[in-house]
């Protein structure tokens, strides 16, 4: 993996880090959802969730589109199954101790 794939997925990471986000994109994973939607489910002003939205949307992990006054999101399906993969290539390490490491005594 190139030094900027890293910084993609730490930016989706980051995106992700946010209990708020977190939510909202949790939220998204049953289907579309309007912004007047999620503003119902949380205590906070629309332009506090235009914030959220636009980091979401800036990492490519949402997609907005207009619908009249109020914008409707999607999850980037594309971006998920990248940010799975990653997820998927990533196993703990063996249980294997290297008793040379750190004068490792028992």
Known sequence: MKNNEYKSYAALFKALGDETRLKIFKMLS????????LLDDFAISQSTLSYHMKILCDCGLVNGRRDGIWMRYTINGETLALLQEFLNHIEPESTVIDINCCNWNP
């Open 30 to 37: 049953v289907g579309e959802r309007c912004a007047c939607h």
